[in-house]
């Protein structure tokens, strides 16, 4: 089994920044792609960005040289993070965690508002 727990939303004015932390408990060492989904209010849930165990990255089109999807995992730290930057009304949602393994695990969420 695999636990993930978001954090580091919040609220942010348009333009800003945030860092979402991702934490994986659990059979890490099975865990083959993460990536963080957002869902807006009526709106289905969508990939904002992937990364491979191997470091490869992948991201939505409305999010490129904006946010940057990493991993760290020295030292035991299982850890995934989100940089987002420019911040626009837009990225307002909730964000989850989300891993491959053995099967499917989703963190509960973090909520990210961006407003003035």
């Known amino acids: 089994q695999v636990q993930l727990v978001e954090s580091g939303g919040g609220l942010v004015q348009p333009g800003g920044s945030l860092r979402l932390s991702c934490a994986a408990s659990?059979?890490?060492?099975?865990?083959?792609?993460m990536a963080w989904y957002r869902q807006a209010p009526e709106k289905q849930r969508e990939l904002v960005a992937s990364?491979?165990?191997?470091?490869?990255?992948?991201?939505a089109e409305s999010v490129k040289g904006r946010f940057t999807i990493s991993r760290d995992n020295a030292d035991a730290k299982n850890q995934m993070y989100l940089q987002m930057n420019s911040l626009q009304a837009d990225d307002t949602a909730v964000y989850y965690c989300?891993?491959?393994?053995?099967?499917?695990?989703w963190g509960k969420g973090t909520l990210v508002t961006v407003s003035s």
């Open positions: 659990g059979t890490i060492s099975s865990l083959y792609r």
């Open positions: 990364i491979t165990s191997g470091g490869a990255t992948n991201y």
């Open positions: 989300y891993a491959l393994g053995a099967m499917n695990y």
